[in-house]
């Protein structure tokens, strides 16, 4: 598996399909949203059932994640798969988890997975069978959740997860001590950072697996030692780095009904400041690329749509 690397993929659908103003809070605001050229445009690169899915979200900003979450497994197997955009299907595995089945088995496969939140969508991808892929954007509500945790404090935040979090994290989560010291919002700060830490974590390794939600193992999978990544603004002294992008850590401890695992790669990225990104991936040997940051226009859309 030397030769084989895992893709990344971000595609940040902020300024792509714009919504007309006022659309947002109209009734109708996603068919409304669904009428602008540039938005029917994409939404026909899509099959039908696909633009029906996109088109039930009452929101335009999650309809815009449905659709950039579409176009990118396309694009993710048109280019692996060496398949035209037509062909480039995407199928359901087991427990939903979106898969490509090749028509037939000497034809190129791809693993990926693909998550959304904010305006951020991504997707990570590896050729062929051999590994097993899971991917988790975060992006933490910086107002809601500061009100939530000053109203029934952290270790009431904590306890509303322990049917996913093993006891031992949910003690991690609610009695997270920040490293550096600073006002009482600086405080909040670094302790919802560091629950969405192992949120995101989990997310991408069950994600990875496929069985989601469903995994009767949720509580006995345990992640120890969980650094949270600096932010963008925070990868430099002067926070002038100029990139999105913020801290990798990959040195998190993975335990499984008690038993150490050796054998999953995971790693966590921060991007820009309240975005977070886990992938989890099933060999050691195959490694990740870097993010790439996505231009629909130029990387996503099929040739003669261009
Ligand atoms: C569906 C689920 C896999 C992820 O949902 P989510 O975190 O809300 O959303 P994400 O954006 O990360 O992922 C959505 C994508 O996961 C993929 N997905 C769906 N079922 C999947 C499965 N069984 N396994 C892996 N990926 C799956 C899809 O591609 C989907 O995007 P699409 O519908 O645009 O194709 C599931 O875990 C879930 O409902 N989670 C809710 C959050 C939660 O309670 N997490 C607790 C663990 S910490």
């Given at each position: 598996?030397?030769h084989l690397?895992?893709?990344?993929?971000?595609l940040?659908?902020?300024?792509?399909?714009?919504?007309p103003?006022?659309?947002?809070?109209?009734?109708?605001?996603?068919?409304?949203w669904?009428?602008?050229?540039a938005?029917?445009?994409?939404?026909?690169?899509?099959?039908?059932?696909e633009?029906?899915?996109?088109?039930r979200?009452?929101r335009p900003?999650?309809a815009?994640?449905?659709?950039?979450?579409?176009?990118?497994?396309h694009?993710?197997?048109?280019?692996?798969?060496?398949?035209s955009?037509?062909?480039?299907?995407?199928?359901?595995?087991?427990?939903?988890?979106?898969?490509?089945?090749?028509?037939?088995p000497?034809?190129?496969?791809?693993?990926?997975?693909?998550s959304?939140?904010?305006?951020?969508?991504v997707?990570?991808g590896?050729?062929?069978?051999d590994?097993?892929?899971?991917?988790?954007v975060?992006?933490?509500?910086?107002d809601?959740?500061?009100n939530?945790?000053?109203?029934?404090?952290?270790?009431?935040?904590?306890?509303?997860?322990?049917?996913?979090?093993?006891d031992?994290?949910?003690k991690?989560?609610?009695?997270?001590?920040?490293?550096?010291?600073?006002?009482?919002?600086?405080?909040?700060?670094?302790k919802?950072?560091?629950?969405?830490?192992?949120?995101?974590?989990?997310e991408?390794y069950?994600?990875?697996t496929g069985?989601?939600?469903?995994?009767?193992?949720l509580?006995?999978?345990?992640?120890?030692?969980?650094?949270?990544?600096?932010?963008?603004?925070?990868?430099?002294a002067?926070?002038?780095?100029?990139?999105?992008?913020g801290?990798?850590?990959?040195?998190?401890?993975?335990?499984?009904?008690?038993?150490?695992v050796t054998?999953?790669?995971?790693?966590i990225?921060?991007?820009r400041e309240?975005?977070?990104?886990?992938?989890?991936?099933s060999?050691?040997e195959?490694?990740?690329?870097?993010?790439?940051?996505?231009d629909?226009?130029?990387?996503?859309?099929?040739?003669?749509?261009?």
């Amino acid at each position: 598996m030397e030769h084989l690397k895992i893709f990344r993929w971000l595609l940040d659908v902020d300024s792509i399909w714009p919504v007309p103003i006022g659309a947002s809070k109209s009734a109708q605001s996603t068919a409304h949203w669904a009428t602008v050229k540039a938005t029917s445009h994409a939404l026909a690169l899509l099959t039908d059932g696909e633009r029906a899915k996109a088109l039930r979200f009452y929101r335009p900003s999650d309809a815009k994640l449905s659709l950039g979450s579409n176009l990118l497994k396309h694009r993710a197997i048109a280019n692996t798969c060496q398949v035209s955009w037509s062909q480039a299907v995407i199928s359901e595995g087991a427990n939903k988890k979106p898969c490509y089945k090749p028509v037939a088995p000497s034809c190129k496969s791809l693993e990926f997975n693909v998550s959304h939140h904010g305006s951020l969508v991504v997707l990570v991808g590896c050729s062929g069978e051999d590994v097993r892929l899971g991917v988790d954007v975060v992006k933490m509500n910086w107002d809601k959740d500061y009100n939530t945790v000053m109203k029934d404090g952290f270790e009431a935040w904590a306890n509303v997860y322990e049917s996913v979090f093993s006891d031992r994290e949910v003690k991690d989560i609610a009695g997270f001590v920040p490293p550096t010291r600073g006002t009482q919002q600086d405080e909040i700060r670094a302790k919802l950072r560091h629950f969405y830490a192992h949120w995101c974590l989990k997310e991408a390794y069950i994600k990875m697996t496929g069985e989601a939600l469903l995994a009767p193992w949720l509580k006995d999978l345990e992640f120890r030692n969980v650094q949270v990544p600096l932010p963008a603004s925070r990868m430099n002294a002067s926070g002038q780095s100029g990139s999105d992008w913020g801290q990798t850590c990959a040195d998190v401890e993975i335990w499984l009904y008690g038993k150490r695992v050796t054998y999953v790669r995971l790693e966590i990225q921060a991007f820009r400041e309240d975005y977070m990104i886990a992938t989890a991936s099933s060999s050691l040997e195959v490694a990740f690329s870097a993010f790439k940051e996505l231009d629909v226009e130029r990387d996503v859309y099929p040739f003669q749509e261009r």
